[in-house]
């Protein structure tokens, strides 16, 4: 008898540390998942970033690409007038 008893015991404690066992998986998973969770909301804002800054980069491309249009524009302006005045200091 004492021995049964014995075994019952040990079943019982085996059963209550498979028990907490299964409760702190449980309690890990729920981390993990809160985990992955902020690594999504972190790994969207980063696409979000990425994209605005794609866009600034877009923009200040075209920025610079009609600042160079504009002063070629005025340089060759700055030259035909420098031509025409001198045309006209030296044209009698």
Known sequence: MNEETDVVRLLQQMLELQKTQAERQQEAFALQ???FALVQQ???RAEKLQERAEQL???GARLV???RRVV???LILVLG???YAS?????P
């Open 33 to 35: 998942r809160e985990q």
């Open 42 to 44: 972190q790994t969207e």
């Open 57 to 59: 980069q877009d923009r």
């Open 65 to 67: 690409n009609t600042s």
């Open 72 to 74: 070629l524009l005025i």
């Open 81 to 83: 007038l420098l031509a």
């Open 87 to 91: 045309w006209l200091l030296f044209h």
